[in-house]
């Protein structure tokens, strides 16, 4: 049983993590237009030392550092001496398929989750005969 244990605490931390990162995507898409934002990128790492070794959980949310680009519009109350000001970051075709990723690894977990689930109810239920 310690098995079945395992291998729901690792499909639970993919899931945990997984949900984690559509989080962060989801901040990213409803700020495509907040000028200067930068894109948080989630990383991930193995889950060790615990009940779950082998899980995985969300590592440090760092900042996509690539170029904001200038956008010139003198009527913007963000825009300098010049007419710009620091656009952002987010890419929304790439946070889409980042979201779509992050669904459909939740989703693989989540049937691993059932699966072990029903196995270990057919166990218990011959064990019990």
């Known amino acids: ?3 079945f244990s395992s291998a729901l605490g690792i499909a639970a931390s993919g899931m ?3 949900a984690d990162r559509l989080r962060h995507v989801s901040e990213n ?3 495509t237009d907040t000028p200067g934002y930068r894109r948080k990128v989630v990383s991930f790492e193995p889950l060790r030392g615990t009940a779950t070794e ?3 959980q969300t ?3 760092t900042l996509d550092q690539s170029p904001l680009p200038q956008i010139h519009d003198p009527g ?6 010049e007419g710009n000001y620091l656009g952002t970051n987010v890419n929304l075709v790439v946070e889409i398929a980042d979201a779509r990723e992050a669904q459909r690894s939740y989703e693989a977990n989540l049937r691993v989750f059932d699966q072990i689930r ?5 166990l218990n ?3 019990r005969r």
């Open 1 to 3: 049983m310690t098995d």
């Open 16 to 18: 945990r993590s997984q």
């Open 29 to 31: 898409i409803a700020n």
């Open 54 to 56: 082998g899980g995985v």
């Open 59 to 61: 590592g440090r949310v």
């Open 76 to 81: 913007h109350p963000m825009a300098d001496a």
């Open 118 to 122: 029903q196995m270990s109810s057919s």
């Open 125 to 127: 239920d011959l064990l």
